[in-house]
């Protein structure tokens, strides 16, 4: 028999791990100021569910644009041309660099200094579009444009790298066997790439879900939106934040596994 | 591009006695640095020319440049009496739009050192997907021919398996057979064995000889082997810093080099 080390140290870090935890638990769970009651009326109440349906189609939509210009722009980055690669580099630098509360505050409030949309053809008196901004600006637009703009920028980068990630070697297999630099592009480098980017990519579906949240700020319909109207309501803020809390917590782990199943499927080849 | 235009009455003029691929006073820069010294060069139809010459002097340029994955600085390269990359108009040569340089590539097939099999592809999709996607060939067909090519480089059995899941020398043989399905007038090799653990080198010569023997196939070929020169080879050419120093039958350029750069390299090589 062999005895295995004793690790003496992490045993005594574990057990007061466990107890911090446990005593934290038991002090919210029995703090009477907190009203698990009031929790349970609205975890499943109609407001709260409309809007974490809102909240999981700004997350969807907008994840949905934010990948699809992602590659644009990662594509035009690594262009041959340098304006084309410019424009993108510098793409990335602004988005990147607005903050995303300011950017959805700006786009929540382009009707302040945009009164409509006219495009017409220069130099004569046609108009074939004029509508005002407010119509076509709703909170809802508003929130999936911020989202998607500033998600495009970081995905962008991810898309590069994993574009990057795949040889020389591939592209000039591709082009000796007469592929068009786009049909490389769709059938060879993309599907490699992608291994590479899934991943991160999910991170950036999580990170885009908790940054939904932050549209409560033009008031985007969505559920940290609900929750903190139900709070302004009845005053139970922190039960109700908790509530929003919980929802965030089950879409993130549902997420999470579908995100493993993806991977070990594209992982097998 | 280039005003050293050579005889522009070849233009897709058929003719029986023009060569497969004819290189005519082909220079090559990358930047200030000239890596490409006026060569001149014809391999014949079912010849199979092989390129032999120390590190750095050109060889894979050269053979890149027959497939225009290499611009030329000067000359002109015709596969099957038809200008490589460019169209001559007004005595001035104008590289093609892409569609159209990609639609003349699909007549030379290349053979890489590293295989560059497509990873996400079985050896069946390798071998089929371009003839498919670039050829629009019959999806059936393709696959028909592929797995028929696939047999002939003795890999029948093995078109659901991945790259990964074969050995080097596997590896280059289905490069080869995706090479292949295009139906090129021309095959290229760049030391397709030079990445090969030497028990797995046999395996990937067999299959050339094959081709060079047996199926006609023109072919010009970078390569290290001296014994597959002497043996497969029509010709053997020798380059040096650029240039072509020598060429010939493989007996005489191998056997009793004239140059003594030839002869350098050679008893550096054969040891
Ligand atoms: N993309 C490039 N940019 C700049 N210089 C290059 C490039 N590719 C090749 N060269 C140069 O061109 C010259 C010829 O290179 P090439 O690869 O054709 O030689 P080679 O004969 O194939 O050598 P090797 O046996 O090492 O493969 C070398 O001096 C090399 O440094
Ligand atoms: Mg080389």
């Given at each position: 028999m062999v005895v295995p080390v004793r690790h003496y140290g992490r045993m005594i870090f574990a057990v007061i791990v466990v107890l911090a935890v446990i005593g934290t638990v038991y002090s919210i769970a029995t703090n009477p100021n907190f009203e698990w009651s009031v929790v349970a009326e609205f975890l499943f109440s109609p407001s709260i569910l409309r809007g974490l349906g809102?909240?999981?189609?700004?997350?969807?939509?907008?994840?949905?644009?934010?990948?699809?210009?992602?590659?644009?722009?990662?594509?035009?980055?690594?262009?041959?041309?340098?304006?084309?690669?410019?424009?993108?580099?510098?793409?990335?630098?602004?988005?990147r660099g607005i903050p995303l509360i300011v950017l959805l505050i700006l786009l929540g409030n382009l009707g302040l200094f945009l009164k409509s949309i006219t495009i017409g053809i220069p130099g004569t008196q046609v108009v074939l579009i004029d509508v005002p901004i407010s119509e076509v600006i709703t909170p809802f637009v508003a929130s999936v444009a911020g989202l998607s703009l500033a998600g495009a920028a970081y995905m962008a980068e991810i898309v590069r790298s994993g574009l990057l990630a795949i040889g020389r070697g591939q592209r000039e297999a591709a082009k000796a066997l007469g592929?068009?630099?786009?049909?490389?592009?769709?059938?060879?480098?993309?599907?490699?790439?992608?291994?590479?980017?899934?991943?991160?990519?999910?991170?950036?579906?999580?990170?885009?879900?908790?940054?939904?949240?932050?549209?409560?700020?033009?008031?985007?319909?969505?559920?940290?939106?609900?929750?903190?109207?139900?709070?302004?309501?009845?005053?139970?803020?922190?039960?109700?934040?908790?509530?929003?809390?919980?929802?965030?917590?089950?879409?993130?782990?549902?997420?999470?596994?579908?995100?493993?199943?993806?991977?070990?499927?594209?992982?097998?080849? | 591009m280039s005003d050293r235009i050579p005889n522009p009455a070849n233009d897709e003029a058929p003719d029986a006695a023009r060569p497969m691929v004819h290189i005519q006073h082909v220079d090559k820069w990358y930047g200030n640095n000239q890596v490409l010294h006026d060569i001149d060069l014809a391999v014949e139809e079912g010849e199979t020319v092989c390129l032999v010459g120390p590190s750095g002097s050109g060889k894979s340029t050269l053979l890149r440049c027959v497939n225009h994955l290499e611009e030329i600085g000067a000359g002109s390269v015709w596969v099957d009496g038809e200008l490589v990359g460019y169209r001559l108009r007004n005595g001035r040569l104008h590289e093609l739009r892409e569609a159209e340089a990609c639609r003349k590539r699909v007549e030379v097939g290349m053979v890489f050192q590293h295989f560059n099999l497509f990873p996400h592809m079985t050896v069946l999709e390798n071998v089929s997907f371009a003839p498919i996607t670039v050829k629009n060939e019959n999806k059936a067909e393709a696959r028909a021919y592929a797995t028929s090519l696939l047999g002939r480089v003795g890999l029948a059995g093995r078109e659901g398996s991945y790259p990964s899941q074969l050995s080097g020398g596997q590896q280059q043989r289905v490069a080869i057979a995706r090479a292949l399905a295009m139906r090129p007038k021309v095959m290229l090799f760049d030391e397709p064995t030079s990445a090969l653990d030497p028990e797995l080198v046999g395996e990937v010569l067999a299959v050339m000889k094959d081709l060079a023997l047996t199926g006609g196939v023109t072919m010009l070929v970078v390569t290290h082997e001296m014994g597959f020169a002497r043996e497969v080879g029509d010709r053997v050419v020798f380059m040096d810093a650029g240039r072509i120093v020598e060429q010939g039958p493989p007996a005489q350029v191998l056997g009793d080099p004239q140059h003594e750069r030839t002869k350098a390299f050679l008893s550096a090589v054969l040891r």
């Open positions: 809102s909240t999981l189609v700004i997350t969807i939509v907008s994840m949905a644009i934010a990948v699809v210009l992602a590659v644009v722009i990662a594509v035009m980055r690594i262009s041959p041309s340098r304006i084309i690669s410019s424009v993108a580099a510098f793409y990335v630098f602004v988005f592929l068009t630099s786009s049909r490389t592009l769709r059938f060879i480098v993309l599907p490699q790439a992608l291994r590479v980017i899934l991943p991160p990519m999910g991170n950036e579906f999580i990170g885009m879900l908790k940054a939904s949240a932050i549209v409560s700020v033009i008031a985007g319909g969505d559920l940290l939106t609900v929750a903190q109207g139900i709070a302004g309501t009845n005053y139970r803020t922190i039960e109700l934040l908790i509530v929003a809390t919980i929802w965030y917590l089950l879409v993130i782990i549902v997420f999470s596994i579908g995100q493993y199943l993806l991977e070990r499927r594209t992982a097998e080849k | -």
